[in-house]
């Protein structure tokens, strides 16, 4: 759980309102900058609007009719028997082969989180040929399934960088090759080695914990907030940030802030106030103020600012990482490290901004469900007397509704949407959604309902255990005036069976829901 996206701080409505969200939104509202944007009230639909997505070849807006069937991943259609039915009759068929077909592939999708050290290999290891042939049933059922290679972004959205998808005209070979008896046209021993870096080659500063973490929480799931001190003597560009998970079997996922040296004593008062390393945290740092800089999960590479570009970070400045710690197993105390390169202030860079946009989260129980926890006023309470405060209702009033206008959402899905209006103008590095386990559907879209609509984030179904930054391949400009609307869609047969019936809302426990966006932009040239 936790909040994605990040900028410097907003003033859409009292600073008193403000100040309260930013200390427990990971400074959330924080994000909301200059830029954050004012915005526009808009009416809830009574069902999702976020539709099905059965034609993933069209770019235009989608149809907003209500859908009452939940969005799959399907396996893609090159695969099918249709895949053969044009060959001419007197065309030569190649047949699909290792080095031709799938080495490539494994290389290039694969390679890179799978290879000896890498995010993926505690649970694959891919270092040679015969090591994709002697589990190919396995790789055909991930590929075929969705669930490998990791790229939750549909085809609805812009073209990305770094995209791990494997289209279909290179998949239809890769099962072709397996269903003929996986042979290898290579020697087995043949390294297959990641087309991509994965690791910041031979990084300014390599920033370890202020000590290991050793789960004395004694929780399953464990939210940590671990404290890195850079030691940075002077004002310098964060140009490279990356994440290195320590404890892999463990560590299911992290998302990094840039925290002030104001706040440094009150970091250290949270840490001395909570046995072990760090704190317990919750959808950010608690801290007043942290600038979101970056979201691990297996396979994610290295945060790298577009050239020219980069982060302004002060002597006394540090870094929070909030870990989320799945103990399925007993480990050592884990020290996931950071990785840093810098410049010094004299280059002549450009600043990057990170806005950061919360869009409400209102999910009340089904009708065939019942207890006294579906009382929102119930929850409520108990979220402010556990975190301080309900940034649900802030974010509300925010967009324009209240609780009244999700309490017809009770056939077990439930909808959320904002529009907010661009005040800063820039070029965008990066999109990210953010939504917890109940999330099913995600999108951003850039100015809605007009003849310059983009699609910029599609995610049909929702996972949380793979939240990437998205590069657009293409040039994409906010202008003062445009519009963003985000949508989130959540599903209840999602959530947890062992847990008490409950209504859902915006708050920062992991069995709460979010619908946090991030915009990263740099200076319009």
Known sequence: ????????????????AQQAVVAFVAVAIAGCSASQTEPVAIEAPSVTTVPERGDETSSSAPETEPSSSTTTNVPPSSVSDESTDDTDSGDVVVEATFSSAVAPVMSNNCGSCHNPGGPGSVH??????RDVSENAQFIRAALLSGYMPPWPASNLGVAYKNSFAIEDEALAPIIEWIDNGAVLDVDPTTPVIGGRSVRIEDPDLVVPPTEPYDNESGRFDDYRC?????????TSWL?????????????????????????IEAARQRDLDDPGSGWECFGG???????YLVGWAPGQLPLEYPEGTGLAIEPGDFFVVQVHYHYEIAVDPDASWLEIDVEPATSDLEPISITRYLTPAEIPCSTDEEGPLCDRDVIANLRRVEFGQLPADFINASCGVTPASFAHMTDGVAWSSCDRVVQEPGEIVSV???????????????NP??????????????????????????TIELQIGDVLRFECTWERSRRDPNLAPAYVLWSYGSDDEMCFSSVTTRPLK
């Open 1 to 16: 759980s936790s909040s994605v996206s990040d900028d410097s701080h907003c003033s859409v409505t009292s600073n008193i």
């Open 432 to 446: 990210l959604g953010h939504m917890h386990d109940l999330g099913a559907q995600y999108r951003m879209t850039l």
């Open 285 to 291: 740092t608690g801290l007043a103020e942290d600038t």
């Open 124 to 129: 694959w290891n891919l270092s040679e040929a």
């Open 226 to 234: 671990l404290v890195y001190y850079p030691k940075i003597e002077r």
């Open 239 to 263: 140009r490279k940030l990356q994440f290195i998970p320590d404890q892999t079997e463990v560590v299911h996922h992290a998302l990094g802030y840039l925290v002030p040296a104001s706040q």
């Open 449 to 474: 309902g007009t003849d310059r609509e983009e699609i910029l984030l599609d995610i049909p179904d929702w996972d949380y255990d793979w939240q990437y930054s998205y590069r657009p391949v293409e």
